[in-house]
């Protein structure tokens, strides 16, 4: 929209290469985006990439990092640290459409220093966060029985996914999220075929990766009729 120059570099593993990200900034590069967990493929750094990475990256540079997913994860990196102690191009972001279940609400938020802040208040539209949202935020952060229990059901879902899949021999990524990506042959056919018994997985055609699907982690009897259902769909005892 506004003519900025994108620059794409390669997956390593199905993740961030943050070396390769690294190497790429130059001093013309205003932004750089890193989703850890990452979306569609599960995966994640290792904090101490991580760290290293928010460190290494030059002031001129914003890191724009989505933290979609962070509430999954059971050690997850300090990234807030960073911010409280002034580091002035850093822009966490977060959301309650994850674990917290309210995507519906559209509530999500960011955390970075106050010169950031002062920036984006400028091109927000007033009231875009409903007082209704915002209640329900304030509740959902301290639904911490929500929160482990909806951990607690994704750590089993993956568990059983990888389980399954690896018996089936069929290949996945290892996921730090809520979701599995798990490669199928034609994502797109199999995508139709399983809406047909009644599931939904999402074909990754548009992501370039048109043998795969992500699959949601869901109850375990959500999960199981998953599983059924593609080997049904793909011919497999
Ligand atoms: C879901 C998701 C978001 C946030 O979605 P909203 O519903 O718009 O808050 C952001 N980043 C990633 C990687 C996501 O998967």
């Not at 996914?161 to 730090?176: C, D, H």
Request: net charge positive.
């Amino acid at each position: 929209m506004f003519g900025g120059k994108l620059v794409v570099t390669k997956a390593k593993n199905y993740g961030h290469d943050l070396k390769a990200m690294l190497d790429a900034i130059t001093e013309k590069t205003t932004v750089v985006f890193v989703a850890n967990p990452n979306n569609p493929t599960g995966t994640m750094v290792s904090n101490d990439e991580l760290f290293n990475f928010i460190e290494k990256v030059p002031e001129h540079t914003l890191i724009a990092l989505d933290e979609a997913y962070i509430e999954f994860l059971d050690n997850p990196a300090d990234t807030i640290s960073y911010v409280k102690q002034g580091k002035e191009n850093l822009l966490l972001m977060r959301t309650f459409s994850k674990i917290y279940g309210l995507a519906g609400l559209r509530l999500g938020y960011g955390i970075a220093h106050k010169d950031i802040v002062a920036i984006l208040e400028k091109v927000r539209q007033p009231f875009n966060i409903n007082l209704v949202a915002q209640a329900a935020g304030i509740a959902a952060l301290d639904d911490l029985e929500h929160i482990d229990r909806t951990k607690k059901n994704n750590k089993e879902g993956i568990k059983f996914y990888e389980e399954q899949l690896a018996k089936l021999g069929i290949e996945f990524v290892p996921t730090s999220a809520n979701f599995i990506l798990v490669k199928v042959g034609d994502g797109q056919k199999v995508f139709v075929e399983l809406q047909k018994l009644g599931v939904i997985v999402r074909p990754m055609g548009g992501y370039g990766l048109p043998e795969w699907v992500r699959i949601t982690i869901g109850t375990p009897q959500e999960n199981k009729r998953c599983i059924r259902s593609l080997k049904k769909v793909l011919g497999l005892k």
